[in-house]
């Protein structure tokens, strides 16, 4: 079995072959991790298989006879090979790829550890080759617990709230605005004006079971709430006079991402979708690969530092192809 990294990821065994979160590819047929556009590039010749709830996401992009669902645990035979999907912690209805073949090949894709208000942490996967994302592979990225990051966020937005300011929170419309629908909802008690992408994704979820709480569709309604959900390209200086002009109030704004700085918010929160690199170092011991490909972020340093404190061999996923199995074991 090989593993290529070819604008996303290859799995060969014989002559099949199964793409994970591919692009620029032709007739093939493709696992999608989840519904972030940089994951879930769909093009009208590929056949793709996902999770309900992220084939709900991403419905309008495809047509259905492209589509293949498969609920998180169960199997299915693809292209010679067993695959299946498990939690990955992401976001709503995102999957690691489990594929076997003789061997087994987990591809986590994005994941974290951590218990979120939409989400259960990844489930850890044993494997004899782990491809692992590596967005904050290296030491200095450790995040808070999240019940931490919750309530710095609430005691923010109550008490700026009370002072009659206007809060603004931003995440990107798949994902992060669910879990920050429903944190208005349970945490401040509020029922938020969300943007219409973000209305729609909501709507999606909903849809698979996912329970957010009341929000209101943003329709020249700013007075009828208190808090603002919109994508991270709209939170802008001409936004928020808007919301001032019309709202009376001051704007404050606040971004949740795991990445430093403040980007032209008030504040900013580090809830962040991704494993950091405590977690991602447990997850590759838990799972006691064999081998270890990495990917995205900073995949060379991760590598490096799997190789330093678990022993196991580990490189950057590339479009080379990676040793067989066998060539290790021998």
């Not at 951590?114 to 450790?142: C, M, R």
């Not at 606040?254 to 980007?263: C, D, I, S």
């Not at 918010?265 to 170092?281: C, I």
């Amino acid at each position: 079995m090989d593993v290529f990294g070819q604008n996303g990821v290859c799995v060969h065994a014989d002559s099949n072959r199964l793409f994970v979160d591919a692009c620029k590819k032709r007739n093939e047929t493709i696992v999608i991790s989840h519904a972030h556009s940089d994951h879930a590039r769909i093009s009208q010749t590929n056949r793709y298989l996902m999770t309900p709830a992220t084939a709900e996401m991403v419905r309008g992009r495809l047509r259905p006879d492209q589509l293949q669902v498969l609920p998180l645990g169960r199997t299915a035979e693809v292209n010679g090979f067993g695959v299946s999907l498990h939690e990955a912690g992401h976001i709503f209805g995102s999957a690691q790829v489990k594929i076997a073949n003789g061997l087994t090949t987990v591809v986590t894709a994005d994941m974290k550890l951590q218990k979120s208000l939409i989400n259960e942490p990844a489930e850890i996967l044993k494997s004899d080759v782990l491809v692992i994302e590596s967005t904050f592979g290296k030491p200095e990225y450790a995040f808070p617990p999240r019940e931490k990051v919750y309530e710095d966020l609430m005691l923010w937005a109550a008490r700026n709230i009370q002072r009659k300011h206007f809060i603004v929170l931003s995440g990107y419309a798949t994902g992060k605005a669910q879990e920050l629908t429903k944190f208005c909802n349970e945490f401040l008690g509020e029922t938020p004006i969300v943007h219409e992408r973000v209305f729609e994704q909501n709507q999606a979820c909903e849809k698979h079971g996912l329970k957010l709480g009341g929000y209101l569709k943003l329709d020249h309604n700013l007075k009828d709430a208190n808090v603002l959900i919109v994508p991270p390209s709209l939170a802008d200086p001409h936004l928020f006079q808007v919301i001032e002009h019309f709202t009376g109030k001051k704007a404050l704004s606040a971004m949740a991402t795991g990445w430093p700085g403040n980007r032209g918010f008030s504040k900013t929160f580090p809830l962040s979708d991704h494993a950091d690199f405590n977690q991602l170092l447990e997850y590759v011991r838990q799972s006691e690969p064999r081998q270890v490909l990495t990917q995205y972020g900073f995949p060379r340093e991760f590598a490096f530092q799997v190789r330093r404190k678990l022993g196991i061999p580990a490189r950057e996923l590339d479009a080379k192809g990676q040793k067989t199995m066998g060539e290790y074991a021998g």
